[in-house]
């Protein structure tokens, strides 16, 4: 059974930081290209970050200088560290693994920007 659990999440101020894991059992962790989504109400999914096999990282124009996603293969976990967050980073992010044909999700983490 594949399982990815995401946490982390939590209420900040703008400004703030916050830290999201990803915990995946059940998968080679190694060999999948791992990312993080985030889902605002009333907006469709959306891509945050995603980070190859070989560490090659991609973000969303909207989080580049704040975000990084990194990942540990020994701990099978990605990271992302949220930076200088705004209102408009309120969400629930996701954790999503991929590798050839298969797709995996995490059931999300609740991330809130507000003073």
């Known amino acids: 059974q594949v399982l990815l659990v995401e946490s982390g999440g939590g209420l900040v101020q703008p400004g703030g930081s916050l830290r999201l894991s990803c915990a995946a059992s059940?998968?080679?962790?190694?060999?999948?290209?791992m990312g993080w989504y985030r889902q605002a109400p009333g907006n469709e999914r959306e891509l945050v970050a995603t980070i190859t096999m070989g560490g090659v990282t991609n973000y969303a124009e909207s989080v580049k200088g704040r975000f990084t996603i990194s990942r540990d293969n020994a701990k099978n976990t990605v990271y992302l560290q949220m930076n200088s967050l705004k209102p408009e980073d309120t969400a629930v992010y996701y954790c999503n693994a991929y590798y050839s044909s298969s797709i995996f999700w995490g059931k999300g983490t609740l991330v809130t920007v507000s003073s």
């Open positions: 059940g998968i080679i962790f190694r060999i999948h290209t």
